[in-house]
């Protein structure tokens, strides 16, 4: 059996997770909260990372019942995400490694989201759908690769959330999103927005740029409410999201699809691919917010995985990059 700690900070949460053959032992985590209004920005969050990280790690081998002379390797987030704190939890995992003279692993952090979801939901060959602050990708397996078959031109749709989120002036806490979320479902009043899905891929900055000029106005004369306006660009946003997520299914002919990643949570987003599905006949899996939102086990799940391939890395070649697509990475654990 092999024993892995995953470390996880490409964005504003820090988690610590220990898996043991795709057990989950731990998961501890912590998020990075900015002012209402505010985004997170990346020294901040950086600094936010290194002040809880020790604890963290601390905490998940405390949580697990392991001793460190069990850990097998020491996986760290590679990329995609923001430099600072990919960089500074990377410098952890290189320092862990080294003390306890163990294997370096370097996960993508896509790729990691996509197999604790396959893990955790029992899901084959699923068309995956994964959507975050980060990322907006459909894609499908196929010859030891996931191939992306649209994605994102411009934001992903967890950014166009969260900025609209800003102009409201509602709480990062729990996160703007899941926020959002609940405005929406009191919404009663549809705004027609843009909808922009150009072939496979969709585009976000448009719509957004039209809501945040508009807001003030229709919330001052009354004509909307923000449960209104919330209701309206998640509708609009997640029918984008499904059109492509449908036409993927059918081109693969799959009869799964897997919803990954941050805005994975949402239960709108769930039921409206849901719906999709079953005229279909096909299912939807999903994870809740303990795998959806970034988290350590998906990174040592995934280390588990390339470690029984020996795909480690050595120190000085443990480098993080900010960009770091889905389709570079060799699957070698797949047939």
Not at 230 to 235: A, G, I, T
Not at 268 to 292: F, I
Not at 312 to 318: H, L, P, R
Request: aromatic share 6%.
């Amino acid at each position: 059996m092999v024993i892995s700690i995953g470390l996880e900070g490409s964005a504003n949460k820090i988690g610590v997770g220990v898996v043991r053959d795709g057990e989950v032992l731990s998961n501890p985590r912590h998020t990075y909260c900015a002012p209402p209004g505010h985004g997170f920005l990346p020294r901040h969050t950086a600094k936010h990372h290194r002040d809880k990280v020790l604890g963290l790690v601390k905490q998940a081998i405390k949580e697990a019942g392991i001793d460190i002379s069990e850990i097998d390797c020491v996986s760290y987030t590679k990329g995609p995400g923001m430099g600072a704190p990919l960089v500074s939890t990377a410098v952890v995992a290189r320092t862990l490694a080294q003390l306890w003279n163990v294997p370096l692993i370097p996960v993508n952090h896509c790729i990691a989201h996509i197999e604790m979801g396959r893990e955790v939901t029992g899901a084959d060959n699923p068309t995956v759908l994964y959507v975050s602050g980060g990322n907006t990708q459909v894609i499908s397996y196929m010859n030891q690769r996931y191939m992306i078959f649209g994605e994102t031109l411009d934001i992903a749709v967890g950014n166009c959330l969260d900025r609209f989120a800003r102009v409201l002036q509602l709480s990062n806490d729990p996160c703007p999103g899941y926020n959002i979320e609940q405005l929406a479902r009191k919404g009663k009043k549809f705004l027609e927005l843009p909808y922009c899905v150009k072939g496979m891929d969709v585009s976000f900055s448009g719509l957004l740029s039209f809501i945040e000029g508009n807001a003030p106005r229709l919330l001052k004369s009354g004509e909307y409410t923000p449960e209104d306006l919330c209701f309206s660009l998640q509708e609009t946003v997640f029918a984008m999201l499904v059109e492509i997520t449908e036409r993927a299914m059918a081109h693969s002919r799959s009869p799964q699809v897997l919803v990954v990643g941050g805005v994975g949570c949402n239960l709108r987003l769930q039921e409206m691919l849901s719906q999709m599905a079953s005229q279909r006949g096909a299912t939807v899996c999903a994870t809740d917010d303990r795998y959806c939102i970034d988290n350590g086990a998906m990174i040592a799940h995934t280390g588990n995985l390339m470690f029984q391939h020996r795909m480690t890395t050595n120190i000085e070649d443990s480098w993080v990059t900010q960009r770091f697509r889905t389709d570079e990475v060799h699957i070698a654990w797949r047939s």
